[in-house]
């Protein structure tokens, strides 16, 4: 959670108000945009955030409200694309695949894997993917080809050679977001477990992201943020008037 920090009360509130409100359309707009940005990112979770109003006492001992943000992930699956590329692998359900980060295990939904020059399955950054929590390693040395299972047990020349791990947290939206579609497991999250959702190879999840929607959002921000900022115009307006006006000997 975030709070806009050195907001306090002083004599100008209108002012202070919209330029807080000013601020949260910026945040909104910037959410926005990174969605549509990513509308074509496979595995991608669209984002948003919501605001509420709390007591600046509780922070600093004034009396003043504020507003503080939430930010949130939605998890709906994404359509499932058929690619008929082996190594593309897509979850039918909750879950996420564990990959080998630069500080550890992460989690992605994104599955358009291929293999790295020691065979090893890799996201398209270079990051192993977990199974049984080590690299998988899919080498076939007779062309009898790699397939998956639905119960996420890779057969390499007809015999199992490892199984996809796949993971579900207690609580996903405590998830720690790493930027395009990683995320990091947090303590609030919980412990991640096995899910039980099937895996289909062959298929990719795009991403969950409604242009359309985000595109009418994008609208009515623009729309909102003109209106503070005339309401900002007003104010110095009013204030240039005062200063000019009063104590005027008639």
Do not use: C
């Amino acid at each position: 959670m975030a709070f806009y920090t050195g907001l306090h009360p002083y004599s100008r509130l209108g002012a202070m108000e919209a330029l807080e409100g000013a601020m949260i359309l910026e945040r909104k707009l910037e959410v926005t945009s990174n969605n549509l940005a990513n509308v074509d990112t496979t595995g991608f979770k669209a984002s948003g955030i919501t605001f509420h109003e709390y007591l600046l006492k509780e922070q600093d001992g004034t009396s003043r409200t504020a507003k503080g943000e939430q930010g949130w992930a939605d998890f709906s699956a994404g359509s499932l694309q058929k690619s008929d590329n082996p190594y593309d692998m897509a979850i039918d359900g909750p879950g996420f695949f564990v990959v080998q980060g630069p500080k550890g295990p992460i989690y992605t939904r994104a599955g358009n894997f291929t293999l790295n020059s020691k065979y090893q399955l890799v996201t398209k950054e270079g990051y192993p993917v977990l199974g049984n929590g080590v690299p998988i390693t899919l080498e076939d040395t007779t062309g009898d080809g790699v397939w998956l299972s639905e119960d996420g047990n890779f057969f390499v020349d007809d015999t199992i050679s490892s199984k996809i791990d796949v993971v579900t947290f207690d609580d996903p939206q405590k998830l720690k977001r790493l930027g395009g579609n990683f995320f990091q497991a947090t303590e609030a999250a919980g412990r991640p477990s096995p899910a039980d959702s099937p895996v289909k190879q062959g298929y990719i999840e795009m991403s969950n992201v409604n242009a359309m929607m985000e595109m009418v959002h994008l609208i009515d921000l623009n729309r909102g943020y003109e209106a503070q900022q005339k309401s900002l115009q007003a104010i110095d307006q009013l204030d240039d008037k005062a200063a000019n006006s009063l104590g005027r000997v008639g």
